[in-house]
């Protein structure tokens, strides 16, 4: 990790974060990321990313920074700052990171990439010479991560179609493949620990019932849903904040919301056609999504309706990454 910020003090232990503070950034193939106030669709500040496009885009829990994960490296960019540069700068990658998130807790931040690993990283540590603390080797890029409610488990997605189940306790790991020779491309677990979701490069959506893992004893998956969700690539799934919905995007120019109750179609947001949408994020109230599209746009959608409620235009290139955080706990 590179500090570009002559801060003595580690990435963890920054102030209290403002509650009252809501985080929504976006980034894409024009080397920028831009912060939003979501209410009126004003841009207030444009961070350059010359290195490279901006693949995904994460905020810490605190909400003092946004994580951009691009070509070799995630760099940090301080929120509430006009300071056009990163605070931070995490290196030492071969290729794309294409994943990034954190702990509840905002100590430990994990990324996955076209490196075919998986890495942790301390942030609680200070110093120039900080390195990831814990890798996962897979066999091809990964393209999707996420952690599961008990911070003890990451699920990790690959190019090849495989997903592993890696405990971070034991450093055991259950791998799983839905289908032969089929890339997963997007993952998530539910914020209740029930569901894990993934999709495809055929557009397919499977969900699995989880066990909770008693002791020792692995989580185990229950095919509960395999569905022909969309026609072409399917990018994206993300649960609702609270656990009642699912969104799924792709290259077919959608973002559909399915219920949980029983994975019907709630319904399908839809802008352009044949504009890939790439990314979204849910409000905390589980009411709004926000999309990300191949049309330069960022859009704001209310779950039950079919036009948008806010558009977001600023981008000169696809919009390939957003980020969205409006919680009022850690």
Known sequence: MRRTNPSSRSLAAQVEPDVGNIVFATGGYDHSVKFWHPHDGVCYRTAQHPESQVNKLEVTPDKR??????YQQIRMYEVNSSEPSPVYVFEGISKNVTAVGFYEN??????????????????????????????????????????????????????????????????HNEQHIPEPDVSILGIDIDPDGAYLAAVSSKGT?????????????????????????????????????????????????????????????????????????????????????????????????HTEKSDPVREYRGHTKPVTALAYNDSNSR
């Not at 409610?149 to 690959?158: I, R, S």
Request: proline share 4%; glycine share 6%.
């Open 65 to 70: 920074l946004v994580a951009a994960a691009a």
């Open 106 to 171: 905002g100590q430990f931040m994990y990324s996955g990439g076209e490196d075919a690993t998986a890495r942790i990283w301390d942030l609680r540590m200070g110093g120039a010479s900080q390195q990831c603390q814990r890798l996962f080797q897979v066999n091809t890029p990964v393209t999707s991560i996420c952690l599961h409610p008990n911070q003890a488990t990451l699920v990790v997605a690959d190019q090849s179609g495989t997903i592993y189940l890696w405990d971070l306790s034991t450093d």
């Open 205 to 301: 959506c499977y969900v699995w019932s989880l066990s909770s893992g008693v002791g020792t004893s692995p989580i185990t998956l229950t095919p509960r849903v395999k569905k022909n969700a969309h026609s072409r690539y399917a990018l994206k799934c993300q649960f609702s904040p609270d656990s009642s919905l699912l969104a799924t995007t792709s290259a077919d120019g959608t973002c559909k919301i399915w219920s949980t109750a029983d994975f019907s179609l709630r319904n399908t947001l839809k802008k352009s056609p044949d504009r890939w949408v790439w990314d979204c994020a849910f409000s905390s109230d589980s009411q709004f999504i926000f999309t990300a599209s191949s049309d330069h746009v960022a859009r704001l959608w």
